[in-house]
């Protein structure tokens, strides 16, 4: 599937939305691909809903809570198989709406079980992927069972070297589509009598773009009502969205906040995270760091490393310069290998050097060792995959694109590439960033080919 539709970043309303709240559709949906499912998720209504809901079917009020238990509580995955509820009820809720959201077409299991990946697929046939990592414990560390979910299907910045990029936008999850790649692996780690410890916003999609359903998913999965994880086990990475960065640390959660940096120096950031092109580097820093300090909590800063682009001496020395003596942490991450661009992974003693030189520079530094390679486990990819390659002759054009334009940009200069579409371009010259409303997009996303 490759058709995309506009990444509105309409500014968002300044308290987190009760329930469920339509996700924005799609502009152009996928040629063959299903309608939606118009009946909400119970795993994106807030108990009030669900009061309500239970009122109109004409229940008695205490049928809430055991609808409740149903849908975070017990190991049913649809309406059919919650014991506790009545035939007659269960019919209705089943008609009014959905127990799960996303069906799990197939989970892929790597590194000798301890990476698992779920494709799953939503009511308009279009797909996400989760990834469930186990880290067993050891040296005075507790077993974690880490989940990183997708936030939306595709994406509009179109990093090139992420297989999710590479799909384009095609559109938002609903807050129930987030919350139930949760529920999925909670009843898949139950099963094994494991439990769910940690949630990255780390999968397909910015999260940051979609932030009203985010942060009502998060409120889900945080409330001990509901899913019940602690919010300092929640990350939330973004490629750099500087207005919905400020309003999160208005709002002053407990989550963890990673930015993905992967350049320090703007001309090889606009290649790498188009979005900088709109926020450059530096007010993205900017927002980080009040983000800290507002929420007490450490930054940390991902980096992704590409074989000569952006894994120089000289790279490492301008992460150092930007961000010393804000208490920051990078995790350094080996390109997770996607078709369509011409990049390899650093190799392991590059990737050692630039963390040592990171080091010697007082920035805290964890080299990350990629999960399930043989999955494909950077997120997108199977889905990508399922998309179908595009034919030889366009990623022959692509790879030549980025080709030139790695050129270009480790020559010191500034893309001359438009960011992508919805989002404005970067005033040049070191104006400040508006503060506040990022304008509304009005156009389609720039697909790279
Ligand atoms: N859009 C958000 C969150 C999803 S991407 C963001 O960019 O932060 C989550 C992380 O996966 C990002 O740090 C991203 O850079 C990384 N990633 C994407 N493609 C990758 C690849 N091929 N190899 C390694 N990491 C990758
Ligand atoms: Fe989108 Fe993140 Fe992939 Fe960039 S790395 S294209 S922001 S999902």
Known sequence: MRSMAKPTITPPPAAAPRGTRPARP????????????????????????????????????????????????????????????????????????????????????ADAGATEKALHRLSDDRLVESVLMHYPAGEGRRERNTLCISSQAGCAVGCPFCATGELGFERDLEVAEIVDQARHARRRLAAAGRRLTNLVFMGMGEPLLNLDAVLAAAEALTDPARFGLGARHITISTSGVVPAMERLTKMRPQWTLAVSLHAARDPLRDLLVPLNRRWPVADVVAAARAYGQETGRRLSYEYVMIDGINDTAADADAVVRLL?????????????????????????????????????????????????????????????????????????????????????????????????????????????VPRGRPPAGGSRPRKAR
Do not use: Y
């Open 26 to 109: 799609a502009a152009k949906p996928a040629a063959g691909a299903a309608s939606r499912d118009p009946r909400p998720g119970i795993g994106g209504m807030v108990p009030d809903d669900v009061a309500d809901l239970v009122a109109e079917l004409g229940e008695p009020a205490f049928r809430a809570r055991q609808v409740g238990d149903a849908a975070w509580r017990s190991p049913a995955a649809e309406w059919d198989q919650v014991s506790t509820l009545g035939a007659t009820l269960r019919l209705a809720l089943a008609e009014r709406t959905r127990f799960d959201t996303v069906a799990t077409t197939s989970v892929l299991a």
């Open 324 to 432: 010393r003596g804000s208490g920051a942490h990078v995790n350094c991450i080996p390109m997770n290998p996607v078709a369509h661009t011409p990049w390899q992974a650093s190799t392991p003693e590059r990737v050692s050097a630039f963390a040592i030189r990171l080091r010697a520079g007082g920035i805290g530094v964890t080299v990350r060792r990629n999960r399930g390679q043989e999955i494909g486990a950077a997120c997108g990819q199977l889905a990508a995959e399922q998309a179908g390659e595009p034919p030889a002759p366009a990623v022959a054009r692509r790879r030549e694109r980025l080709v030139a334009e790695s050129a270009v940009a480790l020559r010191g200069e500034r893309s001359a590439a438009p960011a992508p579409r919805g989002l404005q371009p970067a005033p040049r010259g070191r104006q400040p």
